[in-house]
């Protein structure tokens, strides 16, 4: 695609359910990166993928956030039993591949809010 | 560990120069990057700088690299208000990370007509 997808852009839920957040690379990118960022507060990196695979989940807040990668293109970030602390923008981003000269190149996120 | 610091704010009149300053910790940083964050949009990269390079120009951009004190500062000539915006400083580093981003808190650029 022309750029990175996410979707949906805003997200309204109750405490205690689950949701899924989308992404769509950009075609041809194999790396795939899951951003949180919290309102004044800098990127805080989630997880990202090579491919399929995610060699680096150490940024994952807690057992309630996983994500996974098909077909080495779309990514979903999963959050269950959603606290009002997750309220944040989730920023994707996606890269030619995950090396030293990383350019990445980002959605326009997806805010949730958890009431 | 790796950190990323940045002034928080920025606040200058159109048609002046800014300078929007960052340090990071991490010496064995490869590439240095500034990103800008328009309100309710994405990071969009507006440059990036090797780190055995001192400085890189991109039109009214200037990257100036102060490797040994660990500084990154960008500058805009001739600031005008549609460069308002967030700007964020990163790097990537070697090792066991090499290719993940570390990303400062952001400057929030103000200009002033």
Redesign the interface.
């Known amino acids: 695609g022309a750029g990175?997808s996410q979707s949906p852009s805003n997200k309204v839920t109750e405490k205690g359910k689950d949701v899924e957040l989308r992404c769509d690379p950009i075609s041809g990118h194999t790396?795939l990166?899951w951003?949180r960022q919290s309102l004044?507060?800098?990127?805080e990196?989630l997880i990202?993928f090579q491919g399929n695979s995610a060699p680096?989940k150490s940024g994952l807040p807690s057992d309630r956030f996983s994500a996974e990668r098909t077909g080495g293109s779309v990514s979903t970030l999963t959050i269950q039993r959603t606290q009002q602390e997750d309220s944040a923008v989730y920023?994707c981003?996606s890269s030619l591949e995950?090396?030293?000269?990383?350019?990445?190149?980002?959605?326009?996120?997806t805010r949730l809010s958890v009431l | 560990g790796e950190d990323v610091e940045q002034s928080l704010f920025l606040s200058v009149r159109e048609g002046d120069s800014s300078v929007i300053n960052c340090t990071y910790t991490d010496s064995s940083s490869t590439y240095l990057y500034w990103y800008k964050q328009e309100p309710g949009a994405g990071l969009q990269l507006l440059t990036y700088i090797f780190s055995n390079m001192d400085m890189k120009q991109d039109q009214r951009l200037t990257v100036l690299l102060n490797k040994k004190d660990k500084h990154l500062s960008l500058r805009i000539a001739d600031t005008q208000t549609g460069d308002s915006a967030i700007y964020f400083c990163a790097e990537s580093i070697n090792g066991g990370s090499q290719g993940n981003l570390i990303f400062g808190k952001g400057t929030k650029l103000s200009v002033k007509p």
Do not use: T
């Open positions: 990175v790396a990166y951003y004044g507060q800098g990127l990196f990202y680096d920023l981003a995950h090396r030293a000269k990383n350019i990445q190149y980002f959605g326009a996120g």
